[in-house]
Each structure stands twice: as C-alpha cells, then as structure tokens.
C-alpha cells in the first residue's frame, strides 16, 4: 500500500503513518510496517496528506 499520509509533530518534524494500521513509522522508506506487516509504497510521497497535531 502506498503511504499517503505525514504526520506533523509540534517541533515540526514529519512522520509517515502506516497506510493500513495508521502507526507512526520512524523512518522513511521503511519496507514493511514494525507494527502490522504492511508492505509500504513510498511512490508519491510528495503529494501526501499532512495531518496536523492539535494544540
């Protein structure tokens, strides 16, 4: 599945999200998620969907 979403930290750091199990992956260009074994796709990452920690 392809990673289609980023999430932005308060200090303004991006993380990507597992596309399946939505967990927060450490690294970019991971080949499959630590936490559910999804293979990840990193095509198009520059059109991701940032999502916004609320204060």
Do not use: S
């Not at 308060?10 to 967990?23: E, Q, S, V």
């Not at 499959?32 to 204060?55: M, S, V, Y």
């Amino acid at each position: 599945m392809l990673v289609r979403a980023l999430l932005r930290l308060h200090n303004g750091d991006l993380y990507p999200l597992c596309p399946r199990c939505g967990h927060l992956l450490e690294r970019e260009y991971m080949r499959f998620c630590d936490n559910c074994g999804q293979r990840l796709g990193w095509e198009g990452l520059t059109h991701a969907k940032i999502i916004l920690i609320p204060k």
